[in-house]
């Protein structure tokens, strides 16, 4: 473990709150805590034993506080470490914090004990990232996957494949060097069964990563449709409040407008859309060119059809703006008389095999089949939380992808017959990427970048 100096930061959010927590780390936390503390000596009490006192510094009564004590190397970050609670008032952390600095710990920055607890080799890098995906998680689905990552499962995984890789480039470095002790005939077509295993499990990774981004981000909604059919209707039942304006007046909504809906466990991240018709009004055909512009970036977009009026060709110029992307029809205002069926949307509308889903915004009726088809839509209607491995961290990606590159062209080589050692090279590319997964040999910029991401006291 390298010797660092003693850093400090408040670990808690800075309002006021019940307790509030002061973490110092490095050598000499003890030290600057016990001469901080009175009523308790810190010098020579055992690991993990909480103290009570009173801080004092410049002869100043500063707060009544609860101290924990960790020694190296049973901490979060492996080295020494305090943490002072006190009562949860920012003046009170603050004081707190600037005495601790005062004698000696420097102010931390962003992530910086996370940083150490990788730096002194107690968790990879993929659990480092995991700890700020989890603090940061606004679903269920995000926090229970990067606790996942969080206990192992990554590094686990990572880990066994780079052994294969490196067996394998082991043994062609040793049959490279000792021909006559190590026979390289037939291990090509060996090699090639442990790549395409490889690459099974990275693409195996990869297929859940899309799942786990709309799960742990949100699905980027759409709302679409021209005016007055409901879109503003259905944004406000969605929310459970009156949040967009609704009138019977076409061309009520003018801008868009953005919120963010659970829906049993999927969370959307919803745009509500100016109705789209040709207008000659200036702050309308802004609003139009706007709900045209979330198409692109959009993961599902809610087609809304007023289901009490005949179609018009609006409504099919709509439905051609939506060719190659994942729409679902909702035929709105159910409670009226019916002029538009599934049958004659189907026949009218050139968008076909389109789940179709017929709803009220007025009365909520429809709604349970619209949320189950959304999760059908994307998840087959199967989101588990089990135990499966997902990537949702955008470098971890990247690197899987790149390894992949890698071992591609280590079976083109093997395929046209290349020589081994030209091919090792590709191998060990391979295993080098998926070190930079969990953090080996990953250069000290790249390092700063990924925990200057992080929260101040983590
Ligand atoms: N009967 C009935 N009326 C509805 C329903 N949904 C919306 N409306 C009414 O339809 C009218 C238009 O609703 P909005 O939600 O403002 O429609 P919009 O699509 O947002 O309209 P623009 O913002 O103008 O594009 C209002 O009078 C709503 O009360 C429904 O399911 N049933
Ligand atoms: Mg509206």
């Given at each position: 473990m390298m010797e660092r100096d003693t850093i400090a930061a408040?670990?808690?959010?800075?309002?006021?709150?019940g307790i509030g927590i002061i973490r110092i780390s490095g050598p000499q936390a003890i030290e600057i805590a016990d001469g901080l503390?009175?009523?308790?000596?810190?010098?020579?009490a055992p690991s993990h034993t909480i103290h009570y006192g009173m801080i004092r510094s410049n002869g100043e009564l500063i707060d009544e506080v609860l101290v924990a004590l960790m020694r190296s190397s049973r901490s979060y970050t492996t080295e020494d470490t305090v943490e002072i609670d006190c009562h949860g008032s920012p003046l009170a952390m603050q004081k707190v914090l600037e005495a601790v600095c005062q004698s000696g710990a420097r102010l931390a920055e962003p992530g910086e004990f996370t940083k150490r607890a990788f730096l002194n080799g107690r968790i990879d890098l993929t659990e480092a990232e995991s700890v700020m995906d989890l603090i940061q998680a606004k679903t269920e689905y995000a926090r229970k996957s990067s606790l996942q990552i969080l206990r192992g499962s990554m590094k686990e995984k990572i880990s066994t494949l780079r052994k294969t890789l490196l067996n394998r480039s082991a043994y062609i470095e040793a049959a490279l060097d000792d021909p006559e002790h190590y026979d390289l005939s037939g291990f090509p077509e060996l090699l090639r069964t442990d790549v395409l295993t490889v690459q099974d499990e990275i693409d195996r990774i990869l297929e859940t990563a899309e799942n786990g981004r709309l799960l742990s981000e949100g699905i980027r909604t759409v709302i679409l449709g021209k005016p007055n059919v409901g879109k503003s209707s259905l944004l406000n039942r969605l929310l459970g409040e009156e949040r967009a304006i609704v009138t019977d007046?076409?061309?009520?909504?003018?801008d868009t407008l953005e919120e963010q809906v659970m829906l049993d466990g999927i969370l959307l991240k919803i745009i509500d859309t100016a109705g789209i018709q040709n207008t000659e009004d200036p702050v309308e055909k802004i609003g139009v060119e706007k709900a045209f512009d979330c198409i692109p970036d959009a993961d599902l977009v809610l087609f809304v059809v007023d289901a009490s009026r005949p179609l018009s060709p609006e409504d099919q110029q709509i439905s051609s703006l939506l060719k190659d992307k994942t729409v679902l029809i909702l035929l709105n205002k159910?409670?009226?008389?019916?002029?538009?069926?599934k049958e004659t949307l189907e026949k009218e509308i050139s968008l076909t095999g389109l789940p179709i889903v017929s709803i009220s915004s007025k009365t909520g009726d429809g709604f349970d089949q619209l949320k189950t088809t959304i999760s059908d839509v994307f998840f087959h209607g199967n989101i588990s939380f089990n135990d499966e491995l997902v990537v949702t961290n955008v470098r971890q990606k990247e690197s899987l992808r790149k390894t992949k590159e890698s071992l591609s062209r280590v079976l083109e080589s093997i395929d046209a017959g290349m020589p081994e050692d030209f091919y090792s090279v590709d191998l060990i590319d391979a295993y080098a990427e998926l070190g930079r997964i969990i953090g080996e040999k990953v250069e000290e910029d790249l390092i700063n970048e990924i925990f200057a991401e992080f929260c101040m006291g983590k």
């Amino acid at each position: 473990m390298m010797e660092r100096d003693t850093i400090a930061a408040i670990a808690t959010g800075f309002i006021p709150s019940g307790i509030g927590i002061i973490r110092i780390s490095g050598p000499q936390a003890i030290e600057i805590a016990d001469g901080l503390l009175e009523g308790a000596d810190l010098s020579n009490a055992p690991s993990h034993t909480i103290h009570y006192g009173m801080i004092r510094s410049n002869g100043e009564l500063i707060d009544e506080v609860l101290v924990a004590l960790m020694r190296s190397s049973r901490s979060y970050t492996t080295e020494d470490t305090v943490e002072i609670d006190c009562h949860g008032s920012p003046l009170a952390m603050q004081k707190v914090l600037e005495a601790v600095c005062q004698s000696g710990a420097r102010l931390a920055e962003p992530g910086e004990f996370t940083k150490r607890a990788f730096l002194n080799g107690r968790i990879d890098l993929t659990e480092a990232e995991s700890v700020m995906d989890l603090i940061q998680a606004k679903t269920e689905y995000a926090r229970k996957s990067s606790l996942q990552i969080l206990r192992g499962s990554m590094k686990e995984k990572i880990s066994t494949l780079r052994k294969t890789l490196l067996n394998r480039s082991a043994y062609i470095e040793a049959a490279l060097d000792d021909p006559e002790h190590y026979d390289l005939s037939g291990f090509p077509e060996l090699l090639r069964t442990d790549v395409l295993t490889v690459q099974d499990e990275i693409d195996r990774i990869l297929e859940t990563a899309e799942n786990g981004r709309l799960l742990s981000e949100g699905i980027r909604t759409v709302i679409l449709g021209k005016p007055n059919v409901g879109k503003s209707s259905l944004l406000n039942r969605l929310l459970g409040e009156e949040r967009a304006i609704v009138t019977d007046i076409a061309g009520t909504t003018r801008d868009t407008l953005e919120e963010q809906v659970m829906l049993d466990g999927i969370l959307l991240k919803i745009i509500d859309t100016a109705g789209i018709q040709n207008t000659e009004d200036p702050v309308e055909k802004i609003g139009v060119e706007k709900a045209f512009d979330c198409i692109p970036d959009a993961d599902l977009v809610l087609f809304v059809v007023d289901a009490s009026r005949p179609l018009s060709p609006e409504d099919q110029q709509i439905s051609s703006l939506l060719k190659d992307k994942t729409v679902l029809i909702l035929l709105n205002k159910s409670d009226l008389s019916a002029e538009v069926t599934k049958e004659t949307l189907e026949k009218e509308i050139s968008l076909t095999g389109l789940p179709i889903v017929s709803i009220s915004s007025k009365t909520g009726d429809g709604f349970d089949q619209l949320k189950t088809t959304i999760s059908d839509v994307f998840f087959h209607g199967n989101i588990s939380f089990n135990d499966e491995l997902v990537v949702t961290n955008v470098r971890q990606k990247e690197s899987l992808r790149k390894t992949k590159e890698s071992l591609s062209r280590v079976l083109e080589s093997i395929d046209a017959g290349m020589p081994e050692d030209f091919y090792s090279v590709d191998l060990i590319d391979a295993y080098a990427e998926l070190g930079r997964i969990i953090g080996e040999k990953v250069e000290e910029d790249l390092i700063n970048e990924i925990f200057a991401e992080f929260c101040m006291g983590k």
